[in-house]
Structure formats: C-alpha cells, structure tokens
C-alpha cells in the first residue's frame, strides 16, 4: 500500500479514483464507500442514464448506431455485439458518450464541492489518463481464476467477448502496481468492508495533516 498523492490543502474535495478491471467486484466496492458516507460518481450507472429513455445519448447512438436503439432506447446487448472487436465503431462510439459522462462528473463535483472526499467510479480510469485528477488510486482486484469465472456468469456474456474486453483493460498487475490501495474481493464482502475502512482511514489522516 502507498501512502495518498499528495494535494494542496486549499483544493477540496479530496478526489479518490476507484477502478478495476472487469468482473473484479469494483461495483460492490463503491457501494461499501457510499455506505461509509462518500459521495460516489458512478460511471456505469451514469451511462444506463444516459442511455435509457429520454437519455441524452439516445438519438447520438441512433444516428450512429440505428440498429442500437429500440423502443426509444439504446439496447446495450445489440450495442455491445456492434462495437465488440471493431476498434472504429468503438472510438466513435465513445467520442459520443464520454464528453457526456464528464460533463455529468463535472456536475457531480460541483454539487459536492463541499464534501472532504469523493468516489470517481471509472471503469478505464487509467486507460483513459483519468488518473491526472485524482488524488488517491483505488483498484479493485481478484485472482485471475475468480475474474474469470464471474465473468462468465453474467448474462450474455461469452469467452469470445470476455477475450475481447480485457484486450482493452489494463493488466490487473499493472493497475496494482499505479495504486494508492488495493481492495481484494475474493474473500468475502466483510474482509472488503475492513479494506475500504483501513483505505478511508489513511486518506483521512492526510487530509487532516494538511489541513
């Protein structure tokens, strides 16, 4: 474990990048720091905003993606097959929606301003360079074998398309390596609680001695 970034005292909130790679239990582990009474962004929840109806990025995925959108909403399982494995229609398709999700974020941290600390729940915190704003890492983490076999059971997922998306993710080993702290999921939701409690602490203790 590092000790947190550093940070100028003046600047508040406290910004913590929490990310993980697929199927490693980052969910969970936002949730564990909203129940410890941080504000959380959450990216994914975000974006099923943002794509369900009346959500902004409907009409842009419409007009890239026709076949995407159903009943006034984008079908993320059709969306998904369209751009899995086309490096072109995922960049465009991202070049719809991230601009989307920061300027929800930036939303996000001006309705907390005053809180001591913040959950920026990003998916590819690091594959994105999400990381220049932040002022602690968090990665969530589980073996190989466990990533794998959560992957597995979620719906409409297949080893093709788990292949595909860790393509795309930085090595879990990396992302421990570039963390401030490591939340590991594999041993139940109690021993993540503890880790999460320990992590807060020591953010904290850092916050206070630059107070």
């Known amino acids: 474990m590092k000790s947190p970034r550093g940070r100028r005292p003046s600047n508040k909130p406290y910004v913590i990048g929490l990310t993980g790679s697929l199927a490693m239990g980052k969910s969970q582990t936002a949730r564990l720091f909203a129940a410890e009474g941080v504000p959380v962004h959450d990216a994914d929840a975000v974006i099923q905003k943002l794509y369900g109806k009346g959500g902004a990025a409907v009409a842009k995925v419409a007009q890239a993606f026709p076949s995407a959108v159903k009943e006034g909403a984008v079908d993320r399982a059709t969306l998904s097959r369209l751009v899995t494995g086309d490096d072109a229609a ?14 929800d ?87 993540a609680r503890e880790q999460v409690k320990k992590a807060l602490g020591a953010i904290r203790d850092k916050i206070q001695k630059h107070a």
Do not use: C
């Open 90 to 103: 995922l960049k465009k398709l991202e070049a719809l929606v991230h601009p989307l999700v920061i300027a």
């Open 105 to 191: 974020r930036d939303e996000f941290l001006a309705a907390n301003r005053q809180a001591d600390m913040v959950v920026l729940d990003i998916p590819l915190l690091l594959e994105t360079g999400a990381d220049d704003g932040i002022d602690a890492l968090v990665v969530v983490s589980a073996p190989a074998s466990v990533q794998r076999e959560r992957a597995l059971k979620r719906p409409g997922m297949s080893e093709e398309k788990f292949q595909a998306l860790l393509v795309r993710q930085l090595p879990d080993v990396d992302k421990r390596a570039r963390a401030d702290f490591v939340i590991v999921t594999d041993q139940g939701l109690e021993h």
